[in-house]
Structure formats: structure tokens, C-alpha cells
């Protein structure tokens, strides 16, 4: 008999809202002979509509219940609906006996003042009861008890749920005083906990996660930092293998790192991927457990299992062979063991970064490898762990291999040998678990030829002499407009700063590791200086095409203000160039030879060669201006007043013209087939290296009125070693 009658009537849904106005709701009913309680809705009524007031009460339409039901009654239970939100008022539960994976203990709740609201957290994470059957002399107790029902959703308001507990062959077997449970913002519940009907029984915590509504539509990096916060101070928390691939793929993918930040980053991906794959090992499995993921940049394997299992673990052309069969001996009879194979990793753990003051070429011979003992208490290898890593790239005969691992900063080869190596496999045997890899080192080759270097070396000494000297006549005669020219003299200095930088560079800091970050720095600043020349080269080639189309008209290209515009075009892009070239490869000076690397070099040849090409058109147009204009002069219709001294001068321009192929740079053209060509190699240094002294001759001692200025001070100095001034200054002019 129950609630009057025989026949107690319940609703069969939560009660509504105050916003949700009337709703309807099935009714059902049981007796006292239900002995499962699962079974509570042996009948069903007639629907009947209910509503919520203000004043935190319901009313109901209730109507005559269905003939079938033997003798039914409407049941009424006292509202005891808190006045306060038991999502803000509650106690937190933090008790790590309470995990699902946690053995049984004689803790009991039965024992505990319950009073209020409580939420379930795990070393901090929160957690919640879990829905399904757990097993006897679990959650630190001898009665686990868990909920007989799905949890509500925070529409659902607060519901009541039967509770369970498992005798090992009915999870039902021991029922529960039920209990009141409220879902609430956040991804959280919260349970009104009372007194359990049996003694030494404890509501259990699961420890396998739920992932937040939004992060499951997005998993986000925001996601994969909050979630590993909370589990990285867990040893027994347990997450479902999709999360932790949404997990690992955030790791893997998060590569916008500086390269000073490239250690410090390898060490975080190598941390998170370990812990994440920590998750997966399930304490509470006691029968042999496998699981393997793949993911961008990254493949695992991970076993768990006894100690008469025998476990060979291989990903990614890597194979590891392990004592287990001991290991799980020393922690009792099970343990774990987790195998990882890192793809990309090796571009930021740098093979350079093995025995660094070893001036050897270092190569990355494998992919990046870890190992280690996932929630295993006694980690000692008796015997020694073994590697067989496939060769990534061809091996030299004359290069050393070594098996390393990775110690905090550098690869390192404390307890690490090399057992043996083919053509296309090595296998390395390791006293210890951490990450490893294989490198090879091998000699730098000196392909520099001696007579060519000093050729280099002198033939640019000689230039910065004679840039130095037309860089003193401009400064000299820089109050002569006929004299002075911005883009010239822009040019000297940017030539001026490079060649003396490359003799530097080269000579004194290159292929010497202890000034690899001066090396880099330097790099950087040559290629900003010798794109800063190019940049002048074109301006010069554009106002020398300016000029020779105003041939018969001579004046000055340089109006008032338009120097100021040269110099901001002249140096603000070459640092736009460089600015931009360093942002997207940082690595991209090699800190050894003081240049570009190899895969950079674009960098520099993408703006060098389409000066080049623009310098090479100019000049062709200037060649064509020139041929024209001495074809004209032998018209009868051209009218000049001086045709002969008109006719010298256009030689002369001519002359200088044909100079100008090298000042405006086109003969670095030849940089493009000198791989194969010694002779093509010098005569490309040698035109290159003397820009500055073509610049020297064209601009100075072919200037008459600098030649005019030369004779001054060298009359000045010596005013008796020229007898004849007028007559050679008459000379010279009708010369040129």
C-alpha cells in the first residue's frame, strides 16, 4: 500500500518552469510487490497538465487515472525546493578515494553530516557520479554506489535519481536512499548527498571526463590548455581516446614559436603529449589493454598488461624492444608503457644542438622518438631498452653516428649505445626512457679554393679603396649641383657597408661556433646593406634613363625635395625586405657562414633579380637612346651650334654609358652560371668587386668638372710642377 491507496501515481517528467507555462506530463504508477525499483512504471495513466506559480508552487489538472490501474491514488511528496541556487551554494566533495578506478577501503558515508548541496571534484578536475555499474570494493569502499539514471540538463531543473550498488553479480543489488541532482552552468552537477542505507557504502566520483558542450562542437586551443590544466596534477583520471586526439592535435599544430623559443617549445610538446597519453591507461583494467593513435606530426602506441604478457611496440618506422615481462614484476604483476613516434619534431630539436662546439655538419638521421612508463610506480629498467630506427636520410660512409636522447636543452649520449646499423636501419640500446633520436655527424667540406679567396680579397679591398675616394670627392664637391648626386652617393655608402661587412664576415667570424649569434646578427645586416645597393642601382638606372632622354637638354634630374623621396625608397624598402624575409623563416641566417641559408636564399635572389631585370631593360633603352642620338648627328637637319664638341660629348656619354652595364649591377647576372665555372667565377668577382672603382672613374676622373677641382688642389699642393695650367685645362676640356 502506498500513498492511500494501492496504486501510487507519479509524474513522469520534472516539473516545469515558470516560463514553460502549461505543459503536460504521462503519468505512471507502481505497487509495493515492484521489488526492482528500475521497474517503477509497471503502469501508465492518463496524462494530466500541470503548471508552475509564482510562490514556488504547482498546480495541477488531474483527471480520473486509467480503469486498468488497480486501485490508484495521486501521490503528494512536501516541496522541499531550496530558496538558493545549489549551482552558487554548494560544497565542494574533493576526495581521491572516491575515483572509480580507486580499490576498496572502509571509508563510508553512511558515517557523514550531509547537509546541503555538493559538487564532486578529482584532485581539483570536477567530476561526476558515474551512470553506469561499478564494481564491488571500489571508490574506496566496500558498496560503490552509483547513479540508476542519466544525468538532468540544466533545462531539467533539479530531478531525483535512484541510487545502486553492485554485490559483483547485481549492480542493483543494494538500492539506496535516492538522491536530488541539478545540472548547472559550466559542464558541472551538484547533489543534494544524504545518508546511504547501508553501512560502509560511498557515492563514487567518475574519473573519466565529459568535455564541455562547446568545446565538443570546437575544441579549441583555449580548451586543450584549460582541460590540461586540470589534469596534469591527476594520477588516476581517465579520458576517452577522441578527446585526447583533439588534444594532441592542438599540440602538434601550434608551431607559431620564434626560434629562440624552439627548446622551450619541444620540451612542452614533448610534456603535453606524455600526459595526454597517460589518460588513456586505465588503473581500474586489470586484463591486458592496447590502444594507438595517430594524429599530424605525431604516432603512438601503449600497451598495458601483466607480467606474463610480452609486448613489441613499433610506430612510424621505429620498433622498441622492452623488458615489460620485469617491470610489471616489480609493480605488481601490471604496468604501462607508451611509444611515440614525432614527425616534425626534429625541426625544432635541431640535430645542431648535439655536442654544439663540435664543428661538424649535423643531420637528423631519424624521426624523434619517446619512451616511457605511463602511471607506473617503479620505472627502474633491469636491463637495458632497445631502439630500431629507420634512416630518414642517406648515410654517409664517413659520418659518425650516434644514438642520443634529450636532456632539457641539447641531445646528449649519457647511457645511450649503438649496437648496430645498415644501410638503412640503426639499432641503439638505452639504460633509460626518454626521448631519442639518431644523428649523424660528419666533416665540414671546405669546397673554397685558396687563389680564388685571395683573388676576392684583394680585388675587394681595392674596390673599398676607390669607393672610399669617390665617396671623399662627393662629400668635397657637394656645394656644385653639376657634381653631387644623392643616388650615387647613396650607392658608394651601401657598397661601401657591404664589401666591408663581407670581408669581415668571412674573414673573421665565419664557420667559428662560439660567434654563431654575431654570425646570424651580421647575416642579417649584410643582407639588408646589399639589398639597400640594389635598390640604389635601380634608382641611378632610372635617372640615367631620365637623362638620356633629355640628351640635348642637359640639367639636373634632382628637383627641390626629391632627394628626400630617394633616400626613403633607397633604404625604407630593403628594410621592409628584410623585415619581412626574418619574420616568416627567423631561422633563415645561418649562424655559421654568415649568410642566408640554403632554403632562404630567396630572401635576397627574389629582389636582387628583378632589379637586375629592370636595371637590364633601362639599360638596353639607354644603349638604344645613345645610337640614336649619334645617328642623328649626322643629319644635316640637326642644328647645333658646336657639332664637333656636341659630337665628343655624346661619345663620352656613350663611354660612360657602356661602364655603366657594371655600376648598375647587370654584371651580377653572371652569379647565375658560375656553379660549374671557375673562370666565370672570377670574372664575376672581379667586375662585381670593382663597382666601386668604375663608379671612381665614370663620376670623378672622367667628370671634367671634378677633374677641374683635382687639378685646383693638385696646383695648390704643387704650384710649381704645372708650368702650363690654361693650356691643359684647354686640353682637357676639348677632350671630353
Given at each position: 500500500m502506498s500513498c492511500g491507496g494501492y496504486t501510487a501515481l507519479f509524474l513522469g517528467g520534472s516539473h516545469p518552469r515558470l516560463q514553460d507555462d502549461i505543459i503536460t506530463r504521462d503519468i505512471y504508477g507502481y505497487h509495493h510487490s515492484v521489488e526492482d525499483l528500475s521497474q517503477c512504471n509497471s503502469y501508465?495513466?492518463?496524462?494530466?497538465?500541470?503548471?508552475?506559480?509564482?510562490?514556488?508552487?504547482?498546480?495541477?489538472?488531474?483527471?480520473k487515472p486509467a480503469v486498468s490501474i488497480p486501485v490508484p491514488t495521486y501521490c503528494a511528496a512536501v516541496s522541499d525546493t531550496p530558496s538558493y541556487d545549489p549551482c552558487i551554494n554548494y560544497t565542494s566533495l574533493d576526495d581521491p578515494w572516491r575515483g572509480i578506478h580507486e580499490i576498496g577501503g572502509d571509508n563510508s558515508d553512511r558515517f557523514s553530516n550531509w547537509n546541503g548541496w555538493y559538487r564532486l571534484l578529482y584532485n581539483g578536475m570536477s567530476v561526476r557520479m558515474p551512470e553506469s555499474c561499478v564494481n564491488e570494493s571500489r571508490c574506496g569502499t566496500d558498496v560503490a554506489l552509483w547513479l540508476n539514471g542519466s544525468h538532468p540538463q540544466i533545462k531539467d531543473g533539479i530531478v531525483t535519481r535512484l541510487v545502486c550498488g553492485s554485490d559483483g553479480s547485481d549492480c542493483c543489488y543494494y538500492r539506496s536512499t535516492p538522491i536530488k541532482v541539478k545540472a548547472c552552468p559550466g559542464n558541472y552537477y551538484v547533489y543534494e548527498f544524504v545518508k546511504p542505507s547501508f553501512y560502509y557504502a560511498g557515492y563514487c566520483a567518475d574519473q573519466n571526463f565529459t568535455l564541455s558542450d562547446e568545446c565538443k562542437e570546437n575544441f579549441t586551443q583555449n580548451c586543450a590548455d584549460t582541460l590540461f590544466d586540470q589534469i596534469k596534477n591527476s594520477i588516476n583520471l581517465v579520458l576517452p581516446q577522441n578527446i585526447v586526439e583533439l588534444a594532441l592535435n592542438q599540440a602538434m599544430n601550434n608551431?607559431?614559436?620564434?626560434?629562440?623559443?624552439?627548446?622551450?617549445?619541444?620540451?612542452?610538446?614533448?610534456?603535453?603529449?606524455?600526459?595526454?597519453?597517460?589518460?588513456?591507461?586505465?588503473?581500474?583494467?586489470?586484463?591486458?589493454?592496447?590502444?594507438?593513435?595517430?594524429?599530424?606530426?605525431?604516432?603512438?602506441?601503449?600497451?598495458?598488461?601483466?607480467?606474463?604478457?610480452?609486448?613489441?611496440?613499433?610506430?612510424?618506422?621505429?620498433?622498441?624492444?622492452?623488458?615489460?615481462?620485469?617491470?610489471?614484476?616489480?609493480?605488481?604483476?601490471?604496468?604501462?608503457?607508451?611509444?611515440?613516434?614525432?614527425?616534425?619534431?626534429?625541426?625544432?630539436?635541431?640535430?645542431?644542438?648535439?655536442?654544439?662546439?663540435?664543428?661538424?655538419?649535423?643531420?637528423?638521421?631519424?624521426?624523434?622518438?619517446?619512451?616511457?612508463?605511463?602511471?607506473?610506480?617503479?620505472?627502474?629498467?633491469?636491463?637495458?631498452?632497445?631502439?630500431?630506427?629507420?634512416?630518414?636520410?642517406?648515410?654517409d660512409p664517413n659520418g659518425v653516428l650516434s644514438c642520443v636522447y634529450w636532456e632539457d636543452t641539447q641531445w646528449d649520449v649519457d647511457g645511450c649505445v649503438l649496437l648496430q646499423t645498415n644501410s638503412s636501419h640503426t639499432v641503439c640500446s638505452c639504460v633509460h626512457l626518454s626521448t631519442f633520436a639518431l644523428i649523424m655527424q660528419t666533416k665540414l667540406a671546405d669546397n673554397s679554393d685558396p687563389v680564388i679567396d685571395l683573388i676576392g680579397t684583394i680585388a675587394v679591398s681595392i674596390g673599398l679603396v676607390f669607393l672610399s675616394l669617390a665617396l671623399l670627392t662627393f662629400f668635397l664637391c657637394r656645394r656644385n649641383p653639376r657634381v653631387t648626386n644623392t643616388a650615387q652617393i647613396n650607392l658608394c655608402i651601401s657598397l661601401l657597408l657591404a664589401h666591408l661587412l663581407f670581408l669581415l664576415t668571412q674573414k673573421f667570424l665565419s664557420n667559428r661556433p662560439t660567434k654563431q649569434l654575431v654570425c646570424a646578427v651580421m647575416a642579417g645586416i649584410l643582407h639588408y646593406f646589399f639589398l639597400s645597393a640594389f635598390v640604389w642601382m635601380f634608382i641611378e638606372a632610372a635617372l640615367l634613363f631620365m637623362l638620356m632622354k633629355n640628351l640635348t637638354k642637359i640639367q639636373s634630374n634632382e628637383k627641390a625635395g626629391l632627394w628626400k623621396w630617394l633616400v626613403v625608397i633607397g633604404y625604407a624598402i630593403p628594410l621592409l625586405v628584410v623585415g619581412i624575409s626574418a619574420g616568416v623563416v627567423p631561422s633563415g641566417y645561418d649562424g655559421k657562414r654568415c649568410w642566408l641559408n640554403s632554403d632562404f636564399l630567396w630572401g635576397f635572389l627574389g629582389p636582387v633579380s628583378f632589379i637586375l631585370?629592370?636595371?637590364t631593360v633601362l639599360f638596353i633603352c639607354i644603349f638604344i637612346i645613345i645610337i640614336s642620338t649619334l645617328t642623328n648627328m649626322k643629319s644635316k637637319s640637326l642644328k647645333i651650334k658646336r657639332p664637333e664638341s656636341e659630337h665628343r660629348f655624346i661619345i663620352s656619354v656613350a663611354l660612360k654609358t657602356l661602364i655603366q652595364f657594371i655600376i648598375l649591377g647587370c654584371s651580377w647576372i653572371l652569379g647565375f652560371f658560375t656553379q660549374d665555372s671557375k673562370a666565370l667565377e672570377i670574372i664575376f668577382l672581379l667586375l662585381n668587386s670593382q663597382q666601386g672603382t668604375f663608379i671612381f672613374l665614370v663620376y670623378c676622373v672622367l667628370n671634367q668638372e671634378i677633374r677641374q677641382v683635382y687639378m685646383k688642389w693638385w696646383r695648390a699642393l704643387h704650384p710649381g710642377r704645372i708650368p702650363h695650367t690654361n693650356e691643359y685645362l684647354h686640353s682637357t676640356s676639348s677632350r671630353f
Open positions: 501508465k495513466s492518463n496524462p494530466i497538465q500541470v503548471k508552475a506559480c509564482p510562490g514556488d508552487y504547482y498546480v495541477y489538472r488531474l483527471v608551431q607559431t614559436i620564434n626560434s629562440d623559443q624552439h627548446v622551450a617549445f619541444g620540451n612542452e610538446v614533448i610534456n603535453r603529449t606524455e600526459t595526454w597519453v597517460s589518460t588513456l591507461v586505465n588503473p581500474g583494467i586489470d586484463n591486458y589493454s592496447a590502444f594507438s593513435i595517430s594524429v599530424i606530426g605525431l604516432d603512438v602506441a601503449a600497451a598495458k598488461a601483466f607480467l606474463t604478457k610480452t609486448i613489441q611496440l613499433s610506430v612510424n618506422n621505429a620498433q622498441m624492444d622492452i623488458d615489460f615481462i620485469q617491470i610489471s614484476n616489480n609493480n605488481n604483476g601490471s604496468a604501462a608503457v607508451a611509444f611515440m613516434s614525432y614527425t616534425n619534431l626534429s625541426s625544432v630539436l635541431k640535430p645542431n644542438l648535439f655536442n654544439p662546439t663540435n664543428n661538424t655538419m649535423k643531420t637528423m638521421m631519424s624521426t624523434v622518438i619517446s619512451a616511457t612508463l605511463p602511471r607506473t610506480t617503479n620505472k627502474t629498467l633491469t636491463t637495458p631498452v632497445n631502439f630500431t630506427m629507420k634512416h630518414i636520410e642517406g648515410i631585370a629592370a636595371n
